[in-house]
């Protein structure tokens, strides 16, 4: 069975940092691209960040470029988003997506879907 568990949100003071993982299992992890897209609340999707499936490229958003780092440890199946100067408008449900490209925010552009992690931005 394909699975993506998002984990690491929660809530974080203005300027703050946190750290989001997503475990990847049923698939060849190390063979697809990654990607961030998040949800705001009342808002659509919003792609965030993308990474290569050997980790060479990583693009972001305007809107995190400089704030937000993405990486990947393919042996251990795991993606991750490292949040810095966090902002109120970043706080949003984060989820990870395999197989898509850049840009695509749609989950049926996506191999696999998690199930999101929500992070909560407030004094």
């Known amino acids: 069975e394909v699975q993506l568990v998002e984990s690491g949100g929660g809530s974080v003071q203005p300027g703050g940092s946190l750290r989001l993982s997503c475990a990847a299992s049923g698939f060849s992890f190390s063979s697809y691209t990654m990607s961030w897209v998040r949800q705001a609340p009342g808002k659509g999707l919003e792609w965030v960040s993308f990474?290569?499936?050997?980790?060479?490229?990583?693009i972001y958003a305007d809107s995190v470029k400089g704030r937000f780092t993405i990486s990947r440890d393919n042996a251990k199946n795991t993606l991750y988003l490292q949040m810095n100067s966090l902002k109120p408008e970043d706080t949003a449900v984060y989820f990870c997506?395999?197989?898509?490209?850049?840009?695509?925010?749609?989950?049926?552009?996506?191999?696999?879907w998690g199930q999101g992690t929500q992070v909560t931005v407030s004094s």
């Open positions: 990474m290569s499936s050997g980790g060479g490229r990583r």
């Open positions: 997506a395999a197989d898509g490209l850049v840009g695509a925010f749609d989950p049926r552009e996506y191999h696999s």
